[in-house]
């Protein structure tokens, strides 16, 4: 049974569903464009037709109504394929810190009880966090549910499923500069406009391009310390050396850059 009271401690039923789920490939964030009590009341009219796994409140109240092994009535042709989240409010606007907190504590829980890939989506065929509208008409033409500001929220709900926090560039920055170590690589999410996953993506790409340059240094160390053996010819050596300066090119045009 998929009743997660651990995730949602107000459980309510529906006979808006059908039958077993065929797989699960993650989570698909909707907006209700309603009230959070509106869409529950809703969801249990049987003359309404539709349901959702889970709703979100603004106060990142959660309120379990199907089954996750019971297919829920949210978005068409993709019913049997994902788990859904209804979110209360309207199109154009974004999901509070209580609901991105909501929505990101459902999304752990996918992915740790079907093996869900920590990342956005954005096609029906993909795996992940996904949302209504990329569905298109075969959803049934949505192309405003959950809407633009909610879709550029989705890295952030990965990344507090994740355990992450909420940062802005300056705080994800200030977090990193007084660190006393040097932080291990950032995970890469899919390129937004969130400043959080901006600034890591920069991050990601400065320590990834530090660590190849410090293999090419040991490299050149090695060879230097063995004597430059006869099985190392000059043109080798020059590729070696241009390959550590396009290194240090891009690390620098990155770091002035952090857009790249």
């Known amino acids: 049974m998929g009743r997660w009271t651990d995730v949602a401690p107000r459980q309510e039923h529906t006979v808006n569903q059908g039958g077993s789920m065929y797989e699960v490939r993650g989570l698909v964030v909707h907006i209700a464009e309603g009230s959070y009590e509106g869409t529950i009341a809703w969801q249990k009219n049987s003359s309404a037709e539709v349901s959702s796994h889970f709703i979100v409140s603004k106060t990142g109240a959660i309120c379990q109504m199907v089954d996750t092994a019971v297919i829920a009535w949210t978005q068409s042709a993709g019913n049997g394929h994902w788990i859904s989240v209804e979110n209360e409010g309207y199109s154009g606007t974004s999901l509070t810190d209580a609901q991105l907190d909501a929505n990101a504590k459902?999304?752990?829980?996918?992915?740790k009880v079907y093996g869900t890939p920590y990342q956005v989506t954005s096609s029906t065929s993909g795996y992940g966090l996904g949302h209504h509208a990329m569905g298109g008409a075969a959803w049934g033409g949505h192309p405003d549910c959950p809407g633009t500001p909610i879709i550029n929220q989705k890295p952030t709900i990965v990344n507090l499923a994740k355990g992450g926090v909420s940062m802005t560039t300056k705080e994800y920055a200030d977090a990193t500069w007084n660190d006393d170590i040097i932080p291990t690589a950032p995970s890469r999410d899919d390129a937004t406009s969130n400043p959080t996953t901006a600034a890591k993506n920069a991050l990601s790409s400065i320590w990834e391009l530090s660590y190849g340059l410090t293999v090419d240094v040991e490299a050149i160390k090695a060879t230097i310390d063995a004597g430059v053996p006869a099985t190392l010819t000059d043109a080798?050596?020059?590729?070696?050396?241009?390959?550590?300066?396009?290194?240090?090119?891009?690390?620098?045009y990155v770091a002035t850059d952090p857009a790249q």
């Open 236 to 252: 080798q050596l020059e590729s070696l050396a241009d390959k550590v300066a396009a290194r240090l090119h891009k690390l620098t």
């Open 106 to 111: 459902i999304f752990a829980k996918v992915c």
